[in-house]
């Protein structure tokens, strides 16, 4: 699976897949592949702070989907791909939900301190690139890229 | 995920243990507004907090802000490197009164 424009944008080589799971889209699931999500991170050469940063940026982006896309329906699915670049982490993360319009994702501004909105915020805060596509096939794709520390 | 209240003098303290996340939301949020309604002063002991996330975060906020409407204190105390990191991405690091131990916490309100 793969963009074009976001593999031009990321300006790195797709070495290969470290990981590649299809998980029930429940609250309880999330924290079972959270040891794999860091330990991959490492291999691509991610600092231990920003491998825990990679990890809580997925956990975000699974709630989103869980709790926005099947709306906490504990019938779909997520496919969680880990792909390591010659700079840094890529994640792909697919699911089934309704079709989400991008331009509708909002996160908080950074003097709010309400409740919500939180994950969204984190997501972006963490990652250099998060991009939102149709996924091959239908339903969702999220890709989000993470530059190890010393590339450009 | 476990936590515990305890009544130190006039303060509520309530012990944060394991993963704060999604799952465990609910049970925490409920904790921490409860500790505040029974309390003018709420310290959150945060020293065995794993792994907190979005959700978790969100509870801090909704109970410091209920806090503040009632004209209750709430505060952290021993927030762990890990804990921490993801409240200064938040940047609500500044946002809780941070101590770094209960000793420091009851100096500071006195």
């Known amino acids: ?152 | 995920m476990t936590e515990t209240v305890a009544q130190i003098t006039n303060r509520r303290v309530v012990h944060l243990a394991g993963e704060i996340d999604l799952e465990h939301a609910p049970q925490v949020r409920k904790v921490l507004l409860g500790a505040v309604e029974e309390g003018r002063m709420i310290l959150v002991d945060m020293a065995e907090v794993e792994y907190i996330d979005s959700s978790g975060i969100a509870c801090l906020i909704e109970a410091l802000q209920k806090a503040r409407a009632i004209s209750a204190d709430l505060a952290l105390i021993a927030v762990n490197p890990q804990a921490m990191r993801v409240l200064a991405l938040a940047r609500l690091d500044t946002v809780f009164a941070i101590h770094n131990d209960l000793t420091s916490a009851v100096q500071a309100a006195s």
């Open chain 1, 1 to 152: 699976m793969s963009n074009t424009a976001f593999d031009t944008a990321v300006q790195s080589e797709c070495l290969d897949t470290l990981l590649h799971v299809r998980f029930p889209a429940k609250v309880d699931r999330i924290k079972l592949i959270r040891p794999g999500i860091e330990r991959s991170a490492r291999m691509c050469g991610l600092a231990p702070d920003s491998s825990r940063d990679v990890v809580l940026a997925v956990d975000e982006a699974c709630q989103n989907i869980i709790v926005h896309g099947y709306q906490s329906d504990n019938g779909g699915e997520i496919e969680l791909t880990l792909i390591r670049y010659s700079t840094g982490i890529v994640v792909e993360l697919r699911d089934r939900a309704p079709i989400v319009d991008p331009s509708t994702i909002r996160h908080r501004a950074l003097n709010d301190i309400q409740p919500g909105k939180l994950g969204s915020y984190l997501m972006h805060a963490i990652m250099d690139r998060v991009e939102y596509f149709l996924a091959p096939g239908g339903g969702n794709l999220l890709r989000m890229y993470k530059r190890k520390e010393g590339t450009t």
